[in-house]
């Protein structure tokens, strides 16, 4: 690493709070050793109080570009200049570019979902599928899952705050696209495990299953799965949550989060740098397996 620090190297950032745990400075930097770039990439303890002078600080330092996450996601658009279409749908940015100065907010989770799908061979073109979360993540996913061709898409959220996002994510996308969204409260079990049976992915885009919430999951039992159901975790820490271990012993195929999180850093690397990033090396040196 000294030897590839001079001068010349660009920052690029992550800014979220909690962040200390995230597995994307070394995805990143990895990646830079290994096509020889000249950038680093490194994780800043940032909340919403300080980061409008983050951003100005990043304005001011000329930094490259950040990615950001929780829980800055959905509010960091009021500091930029511009935003992707896809962040402007999605009400939410996980990469920053700047280019001379000019601050553009991009997603890239939804992609990475997709592209991640893709690399592990599920299908879900003109399928069905279900999916629980309304926050940043779940939205993105559902935008992109709509955009790039499924057929339907049942969101399930608690009623809590984001359970509007999932109504308003419903609506955009059912005027805006082909496909067909429907929203249903977490609380309907019965309606749950009736669309789960419908459909032919099934994922958790929340942070159950995760610290603070780390062995639990709503999913009252593994009657709701059956053995040709996929079910995705977005989590990956910890690599099976209670929910995968739960679909394992359905018989189900099974995927945590550190393929979207590869794929979505694959997605802000290219941003970022304009090259593809090395995906069959990071898959080894992040161990990931499907
Ligand atoms: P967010 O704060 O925007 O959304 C939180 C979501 O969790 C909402 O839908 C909320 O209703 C739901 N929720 C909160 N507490 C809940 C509970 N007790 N029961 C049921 N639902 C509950 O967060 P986000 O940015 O969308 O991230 C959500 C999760 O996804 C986090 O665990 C994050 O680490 C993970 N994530 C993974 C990737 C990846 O690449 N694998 C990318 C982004 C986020």
Redesign the pocket.
Same mark, same amino acid.
């Given at each position: 690493m000294a030897e590839r620090i001079s001068g010349h190297t660009e920052l690029i950032g992550l800014i979220a709070n909690p962040i200390r745990h995230s597995t994307s400075p070394k995805m990143h930097n990895e990646a830079f050793a290994k096509l020889g770039l000249d950038y680093v990439y490194l994780a800043f303890e940032v909340g919403n109080e300080e980061l409008e002078d983050t951003i100005k600080g990043f304005r001011a330092m000329k930094v490259r570009g950040s990615n950001v996450? %929780?829980p800055n996601?959905?509010v960091v658009h009021k500091y930029l200049d511009k935003l992707s279409p896809a962040a402007e749908l999605c009400g939410a940015v996980n990469t920053i570019v700047n280019d001379n100065g000019i601050l553009t907010g991009h997603i890239t989770?939804g992609i990475?979902c997709m592209m991640a799908l893709k690399d592990a061979g599920v299908d879900v073109i003109g399928k069905k599928i279900t999916i629980v979360?309304?926050?940043?993540?779940?939205t993105a996913i559902e935008v992109q899952a709509a955009l790039d061709g499924v057929a339907e898409i049942s969101i399930f959220?608690?009623k809590?705050k984001?359970f509007v996002n999932a109504e308003k994510t419903a609506e955009k996308l059912n005027s805006k696209t082909n496909c067909k969204v429907n929203v249903f409260d977490?609380a309907d079990l019965e309606k749950l495990k009736e669309e789960i049976a419908s459909s032919v992915l099934f994922i958790n885009?929340?942070? %159950?299953g995760?610290k603070p919430?780390e062995g639990k999951t709503?999913i009252p039992d593994k009657s709701f799965f059956r053995p040709d159901l996929t079910v995705l975790d977005?989590?990956?820490i910890p690599a099976e949550t209670a929910l995968l271990k739960l679909a394992k012993k359905a018989g189900c195929r099974t995927l945590n989060?550190l393929g979207?999180?590869l794929f979505?850093g694959a997605a802000a690397f290219k941003l970022f740098t304009g090259k593809d990033m090395p995906i069959e090396y990071m898959k080894e040196v992040l161990n990931i397996k499907y």
């Amino acid at each position: 690493m000294a030897e590839r620090i001079s001068g010349h190297t660009e920052l690029i950032g992550l800014i979220a709070n909690p962040i200390r745990h995230s597995t994307s400075p070394k995805m990143h930097n990895e990646a830079f050793a290994k096509l020889g770039l000249d950038y680093v990439y490194l994780a800043f303890e940032v909340g919403n109080e300080e980061l409008e002078d983050t951003i100005k600080g990043f304005r001011a330092m000329k930094v490259r570009g950040s990615n950001v996450s %929780m829980p800055n996601k959905t509010v960091v658009h009021k500091y930029l200049d511009k935003l992707s279409p896809a962040a402007e749908l999605c009400g939410a940015v996980n990469t920053i570019v700047n280019d001379n100065g000019i601050l553009t907010g991009h997603i890239t989770d939804g992609i990475g979902c997709m592209m991640a799908l893709k690399d592990a061979g599920v299908d879900v073109i003109g399928k069905k599928i279900t999916i629980v979360g309304a926050g940043g993540a779940a939205t993105a996913i559902e935008v992109q899952a709509a955009l790039d061709g499924v057929a339907e898409i049942s969101i399930f959220n608690t009623k809590d705050k984001f359970f509007v996002n999932a109504e308003k994510t419903a609506e955009k996308l059912n005027s805006k696209t082909n496909c067909k969204v429907n929203v249903f409260d977490l609380a309907d079990l019965e309606k749950l495990k009736e669309e789960i049976a419908s459909s032919v992915l099934f994922i958790n885009a929340t942070g %159950m299953g995760m610290k603070p919430l780390e062995g639990k999951t709503y999913i009252p039992d593994k009657s709701f799965f059956r053995p040709d159901l996929t079910v995705l975790d977005i989590v990956y820490i910890p690599a099976e949550t209670a929910l995968l271990k739960l679909a394992k012993k359905a018989g189900c195929r099974t995927l945590n989060g550190l393929g979207m999180m590869l794929f979505q850093g694959a997605a802000a690397f290219k941003l970022f740098t304009g090259k593809d990033m090395p995906i069959e090396y990071m898959k080894e040196v992040l161990n990931i397996k499907y």
